[in-house]
């Protein structure tokens, strides 16, 4: 039986206030998150740590699940992301880096990331040389990725039947929060804004020390230090959501875990560095250099609570934000500040002589493995005979070091 037309108008209006679920204003926003948020974990668990840094390996079914869903919310192609991801860290802050802030403007990442990843999507040497080990089976051949639009044109149409005309707005912050966080905010920020634990060779910073809200990638630092690391949280007051869920996948038989950060180990104190301390320090080179920065840290504040007139503001600043820093990395307008603090804090000056000459221990190709754990040895010498404690203290923590 027909139903009459002010049924049917009805009916209509019925659906359009409320969709199939008949959710209220904060149910619909409750399930947008969840949502959202199950389309982060997809990307830093699949594309990132599984795709583009085979951190982990993912049993079948949960990778499927994850390219599906990626499908349906966001319209990422695999190896699109996992070449341009993979190029940006080859590449990192140089003129092929392809969202780097330092190359393109803080402005020009945050607010158009997401032009900034179509475009080098189209790069096709992009992803024939970094797009190696991508899905490439049949129905990534002939949906995923001839298809892509198709799957977010599906996920409009299921919001739309279940939340009414709200679905509109559930859909569209569907397609905007990786564009926002991940094109935006991890690329932008997390290259410009935020704390350091390491001294990576790029401006990789941790936005959070707690990675919830994009699911870990907070913690870009540390990714950019160990990147093919499956946890990113490496310090006690550190979280990274994507590890607990990477865990509860381990658990499940639907996930294994194939490299974590290395911690570095340590035992009695040698007689004198010899070749395995060298390879100690030379694997965990980054944890090594954050302990020096925090012994210089301190060595400066020895110095400064000695001195009865202190340096001037500006260069007292400059000196705690830079000045254990590697000096490529300082910028040009507080060199000269540096050089003033320098000269009234000899300690200092002579702790940022040795950082560098111990940053040669792997950066210096021309000697060989003996010679270069004699250089360790001599540098620890010079590091203990120098009168200065913190730097005494680090050498002798540094004869510790085992593999």
């Known amino acids: 039986m027909l139903l009459p037309n002010w049924a049917w108008l009805d009916a209509t209006l019925n659906w359009l206030s409320y969709g199939l679920l008949h959710f209220s204003g904060w149910q619909v926003f409750i399930v947008t998150m969840v949502l959202t948020h199950i389309t982060i974990a997809s990307v830093t668990i699949y594309l990132h740590r599984h795709s583009a840094h085979r951190a982990l390996d993912l049993h079948p079914i949960a990778a499927h699940f994850f390219r599906f869903w990626l499908w349906l919310t ?107 966080t991940a094109a935006g905010i991890i690329n932008g920020a997390a290259h410009y804004w935020g704390y350091r634990n390491f001294e990576a060779p790029d401006a990789s910073t941790n936005i959070s020390p707690w990675g919830i809200i994009i699911g870990g990638e907070e913690l870009h630092n540390n990714h950019h230090t160990y990147p093919t690391s499956a946890k990113l949280s490496v310090k006690p007051y550190e979280f990274d959501l994507g590890w607990l869920y990477i865990r509860i996948l381990e658990t499940c038989g639907l996930a ?22 060298l390879e100690a320090v030379i694997a965990n080179r980054y944890e090594v250099m954050a302990n020096y920065a925090r012994q210089l840290r301190l060595a400066m504040n020895q110095e400064l609570s000695s001195m009865s007139t202190l340096p001037a503001d500006s260069v007292l600043a400059a000196a705690k934000r830079w000045m254990h820093r590697d000096a490529e990395k300082v910028p ?72």
């Open 74 to 180: 966001t319209a990422q192609v695999t190896k699109e992301w996992t070449s341009i991801h993979r190029k940006h860290h080859a590449k990192c802050e140089q003129a092929e880096d392809p969202h780097s802030p330092h190359i393109h403007g803080i402005k020009t990442v945050l607010f158009t990331g997401a032009e900034l990843y179509r475009k080098e999507a189209e790069n096709l040497e992009t992803l024939e040389r970094f797009g190696h080990g991508t899905p490439n089976d049949w129905i990534e051949r002939n949906v995923y990725t001839p298809h892509s639009v198709l799957g977010v044109s599906l996920m409009l149409v299921i919001d739309l039947a279940l939340f009414g005309a709200l679905g509109l707005t559930v859909w569209a912050v569907q397609m905007m929060w990786i564009p926002v």
């Open 256 to 277: 294994t875990v194939k490299k974590t950060v290395p911690k570095l180990a340590f035992g009695d104190i040698k007689p004198v560095a010899d070749e395995k301390t």
């Open 332 to 403: 040009a307008a507080v060199v000269g500040e540096l050089a003033q603090a320098r000269a009234v804090l000899p300690d200092v000056d002579t702790m940022v002589k040795m950082r560098e000459e111990l940053r040669q221990l792997w950066l210096n190709t021309n000697h060989n493995r003996a010679q270069l754990a004699l250089d360790l040895q001599a540098w620890c010498k010079r590091a203990e005979t120098s009168g200065i404690a913190a730097l005494q203290e680090f050498s002798m923590h540094l004869r510790a070091a085992r593999v």
